[in-house]
């Protein structure tokens, strides 16, 4: 797809220096731009790039100077950084603007769905199905019964979504993960032997809600799992049943939530985090990459370490750890002396 300079500056509100019919068709690094890309500049570090770049146009700052010849055209803007990514949104709808229903794929007849759908082959919409306006749900996804689906949403190829799950508008769920199934719930039996306990409740994904590649998220045993509006989920993280994940909460990959865990609005959670089940994590907690969390959490405090405790603490802690030996070398010394 193809567009010329003056029809992006028209979208990124900015001004041309150069010839405002080169076209671009493609998005690039601007130390890897080629002929008929587009690239962007925001941070000095990459300024000598400017100079020998092969990109066609490239997206600068509105008080940019340049100090030598340049090859290219340049869109100017009051912020290139928050212009490019404004693009890459544009970029990314433009792509998904697909619409109709290929086959083979299957609809039940009980199933509703609303204008502009888009339904990729070999997917599945089960009994009493409610979808809203300009959904797109590519190949090889699974939609059980009783599933309702807001507006502007995206499901990427692999999706599972299990019956009686609610989700708002404008999520998106990345490829390969599951919406809704069962929580890990069994009751101990005398013999050592374990009885499945029925999970019964269901999941319910609020608006503007981000979730990652074959992230799981399981039905609750009794009411629902809730993912709150604006929270973001990345890849390979598992929520178990009746957690609930507060809104524009964050979280990075690999984080595992055992059930019955409570994280609150705007909080940061690292990487191969650990959380206990039946647990609350308050607002606006950081919680550091390979943490263990255990206990509850206050409104604020930023935790590292497992059994996680104060990120400063910690820090400290380390230092000391670190030298142990040394200074067991030298308490020895002491000792003897």
Same mark, same amino acid.
């Given at each position: 797809?193809? +567009?010329?300079?003056? !029809?992006?500056?028209?979208?990124?509100?900015?001004? #041309?220096?150069?010839?405002?019919?080169?076209?671009?068709?493609?998005?690039?690094?601007?130390?890897?731009?080629?002929?008929?890309?587009?690239?962007?500049?925001?941070?000095?570090?990459?300024?000598?790039?400017?100079?020998?770049?092969?990109?066609?146009?490239? $997206?600068?700052?509105?008080?940019?100077?340049?100090? !030598?010849?340049?090859?290219?055209?340049?869109?100017?803007?009051?912020?290139?950084?928050?212009?490019?990514?404004?693009?890459?949104?544009?970029? !990314?709808?433009?792509?998904?603007?697909?619409?109709?229903?290929? !086959?083979?794929?299957? #609809?039940?007849?009980? @199933?509703?769905?609303?204008?502009?759908?888009?339904?990729?082959? +070999?997917?599945? $919409?089960?009994?009493?199905?409610?979808?809203?306006?300009?959904?797109? $749900? +590519?190949?090889?996804?699974?939609?059980?019964?009783?599933?309702?689906?807001?507006?502007?949403?995206?499901?990427?190829?692999?999706?599972?979504?299990?019956?009686?799950?609610?989700?708002?508008?404008?999520?998106?769920?990345?490829?390969?993960?599951?919406?809704?199934?069962?929580?890990?719930?069994?009751?101990?039996?005398?013999?050592?032997?374990?009885?499945?306990?029925?999970?019964?409740?269901?999941?319910?994904?609020?608006?503007?809600?981000?979730?990652?590649?074959?992230?799981?998220?399981?039905? @609750?045993?009794?009411?629902?799992? #809730?993912?709150?509006?604006?929270?973001?989920?990345?890849?390979?993280?598992?929520?178990?049943?009746?957690?609930?994940?507060?809104?524009?909460?964050? $979280?990075?990959?690999?984080?595992?939530?055992?059930?019955?865990?409570?994280?609150?609005?705007?909080?940061?959670?690292?990487?191969?985090?650990?959380? @206990?089940?039946?647990?609350?994590?308050?607002?606006?907690?950081?919680?550091?990459?390979?943490?263990?969390?255990?206990?509850?959490?206050?409104?604020?405090?930023?935790?590292?370490?497992?059994?996680?405790?104060? +990120?400063?603490?910690?820090?400290?802690?380390?230092?000391?750890?670190?030298?142990?030996?040394?200074?067991?070398?030298?308490?020895?010394?002491?000792?003897?002396?």
């Amino acid at each position: 797809m193809k +567009f010329n300079i003056k !029809q992006i500056a028209e979208i990124l509100e900015g001004a #041309i220096d150069g010839d405002p019919n080169i076209e671009v068709s493609k998005l690039s690094k601007i130390e890897e731009g080629e002929e008929g890309s587009l690239s962007f500049l925001s941070n000095d570090k990459y300024t000598p790039y400017i100079y020998k770049t092969k990109a066609s146009a490239v $997206i600068v700052n509105k008080d940019f100077v340049a100090e !030598q010849a340049i090859n290219c055209a340049l869109i100017r803007v009051e912020d290139a950084y928050l212009a490019f990514t404004k693009l890459l949104e544009f970029y !990314q709808m433009t792509k998904m603007n697909k619409q109709g229903i290929e !086959q083979p794929s299957f #609809i039940h007849e009980t @199933a509703s769905y609303g204008d502009d759908l888009f339904l990729a082959a +070999f997917s599945y $919409i089960g009994e009493n199905v409610k979808i809203g306006n300009n959904v797109k $749900i +590519f190949s090889n996804v699974n939609i059980a019964d009783n599933v309702t689906i807001g507006d502007n949403c995206i499901l990427q190829s692999g999706v599972h979504i299990m019956s009686d799950t609610v989700i708002g508008n404008h999520v998106v769920i990345n490829s390969g993960s599951v919406i809704g199934a069962d929580g890990f719930g069994y009751a101990p039996n005398k013999d050592g032997s374990y009885t499945k306990i029925p999970q019964t409740g269901n999941v319910i994904i609020e608006d503007n809600v981000n979730i990652g590649a074959l992230t799981t998220i399981d039905k @609750a045993t009794l009411g629902s799992t #809730i993912i709150k509006k604006g929270a973001k989920l990345d890849n390979q993280i598992q929520v178990a049943h009746n957690v609930e994940i507060g809104e524009h909460t964050v $979280i990075a990959a690999q984080t595992g939530i055992a059930g019955s865990a409570k994280i609150g609005k705007y909080c940061r959670i690292g990487g191969q985090v650990g959380i @206990a089940g039946h647990i609350e994590i308050e607002d606006n907690v950081g919680v550091q990459a390979q943490s263990g969390i255990g206990r509850k959490l206050k409104s604020g405090s930023i935790v590292q370490g497992s059994p996680a405790f104060d +990120f400063g603490d910690w820090n400290r802690s380390y230092v000391l750890f670190k030298n142990l030996r040394k200074i067991e070398s030298r308490i020895t010394d002491l000792e003897k002396n």
